[in-house]
């Protein structure tokens, strides 16, 4: 069993506001993993992913990439859909850069597509990062996040399959979207079992509390919510004893990734 915890982004008791300070403070805190987060775009030097990825690596912290969130693959204008892929390029890139194992996104949009066309229109747009990332000799897995609204393309079945169908594809499981999408319920045995029929057997995913309505997804909010309860994952990582990272999304940040590691031991 190998647990990996930390913090989606800089972690708030971070003195400096800049990646290489919250790497030091992730270590100083304990936890052993960080999601670097380009969440308006792509603004790292390659230089500075390499110094980022020697510290992590002298740190012993597990990196991994949150790709910027403007992305929609289904968009009805091409322009936005190449801009997406180069987005997520450019996060791979970055990624291979620094060492980190995933860079996540949000894929698309259902808009007036049914399921099936969509899920065609995104393995599509899918393999031809994958390929473009195997000419450039970059091997960082295109992390599909399952998506909290019931709008978005991303449930659980449609994250699995695009990455047991596109080699280079993996999956973020995203738990607090999947109880939001879910209305209120979450199996995480049902879940883990998915994600384990994949080649990778390490489990990716985020966490944090979750406020929703009947259209999913409304705000996060801090585990002590209690939606989800987080015990019925901590039970199945400790009897499964799962290979697995958790990247807290949870506004306190950095105590609730410690609340959850003390909960697993």
């Known amino acids: 069993m190998t647990v990996w915890i930390g913090t989606g982004g800089i972690p708030i008791s971070s003195k400096e506001r800049s990646t290489l ?8 805190l304990g936890l052993n993993a960080i999601e670097i987060e380009f969440v308006h775009g792509v603004n790292m030097s390659k230089e500075l992913a390499k110094d980022v990825g020697e510290i992590a690596k002298k740190l012993k912290i597990r990196l991994s990439i949150h790709a910027p969130y403007y992305i929609n693959l289904t968009s009805t204008e091409k322009e ?3 801009a997406s892929k ?3 390029i450019q996060s791979c890139e970055r990624g291979h850069s620094m060492g980190a ?3 996540v996104f949000h894929p698309a949009y259902y808009g ?3 399921p099936e066309e969509c899920y065609l229109r995104v393995k599509q747009e899918c393999e031809e990062m994958a390929d473009k990332l195997k000419e450039k000799g970059i091997n960082v897995l295109l992390g599909l996040e399952t998506t909290g609204k019931v709008s978005q393309f991303g449930n659980v079945n449609e994250c699995v399959r695009i990455a047991k169908e596109v080699k280079g594809c993996g999956v973020c499981i995203d738990w607090s979207h999947v109880y939001a999408r879910n209305q209120g319920k979450i199996d995480f045995g049902e879940v883990i079992d998915k994600v384990l029929t994949l080649k990778n057997k390490h489990i990716h995913s985020h966490f944090s509390g979750i406020n929703y309505g009947m259209k999913g997804e409304k705000n996060h909010l801090t585990i002590d919510s209690n939606q989800p309860k987080y015990d019925g994952l901590v ?3 400790q009897t499964r004893k799962l290979d697995i990272t958790l990247i807290s999304e949870s506004p306190n940040l950095e105590e609730d990734a410690l609340k959850l590691k003390r909960m697993i031991g």
């Open 21 to 28: 300070p919250g790497l030091e403070r992730i270590h100083e």
């Open 80 to 82: 936005k859909i190449e």
């Open 86 to 88: 180069k987005r997520i």
């Open 101 to 103: 194992n995933i860079v």
């Open 112 to 114: 007036k597509l049914s």
């Open 235 to 237: 039970k199945e990582i």
